[in-house]
């Protein structure tokens, strides 16, 4: 919606509770009013659009890749549960950046390469896996900065970075997205199912 939009759409309001000829808790009481009724909708509507988007920002986990928003889950991770996750950036060498501001929270390996956890500004965590390099706690990255490369490997169809999401710390202890458990696509995009918790 436009500035523009938005003026209209509160003087129209205005002008439906000017015309009114009940107080609001009459209305609030009976329902009776219907000036109050159109008014308090077209309020509602105008503070839907101020409201912030709840999703973070979150971007792609390789220049020119998907947005981590749009990547669909594909299976769970193997020995870890409750990070479903998606592959991608499938070239051996191919930089791999944070999706978003995200601070290392331990080390880890994956067969093969090296592997860490991070948790996201957004609250999100994170197991990045298949990388030529790992991370100590306490590391910090900015959203876009190079995380490491993807390693050789020859699982899941070649070389690739595995990205396991949790969202425990966003929706409570035990919970995670819907996601595949065969490696194909088709389950709701990790955005999709934020914008319906957030």
């Known amino acids: 919606m436009t500035d523009k939009q938005r003026l209209t759409l509160l ?18 009481e009976t329902g009776k009013g219907s000036e109050w009724r159109v008014a308090i ?19 792609p986990v390789w220049m020119g890749g998907k947005g981590l928003l749009a990547q669909d889950l594909t299976h769970a991770t193997s020995g870890l549960d409750l ?18 501001d995200m601070e290392v929270t331990r080390t880890s390996s994956s067969r093969p390469g090296l592997a860490f956890y991070a948790t996201g500004k957004s609250k999100l965590r994170y197991w990045f ?52 458990t065969n490696y194909t696509h088709g389950s709701p995009t990790i955005g999709e199912q934020l914008r319906k918790v957030l």
């Open 129 to 180: 896996g298949h990388l030529d390099r790992t991370h100590v706690a306490g590391t910090k990255f900015k959203k876009g900065d190079a995380v490491g490369k993807v390693a050789a490997n020859t699982i899941g169809g070649g070389p690739h970075v595995h990205v396991g999401v949790n969202v425990e710390l966003l929706l409570g202890t035990g919970k995670e997205l819907k996601h595949h």
């Open 83 to 100: 990070y479903p996750a998606f592959d991608d950036a499938f070239n051996q060498g191919r930089v791999v950046v944070a999706p978003e």
């Open 11 to 28: 003087r129209s309001a205005r002008d439906h509770l000017e015309r009114t000829q009940i107080g609001f808790l009459e209305f609030d």
């Open 41 to 59: 909708r077209k309020l509602e509507q105008l503070e839907k659009d101020l409201l912030p988007d709840p999703l973070p920002a979150l971007g």
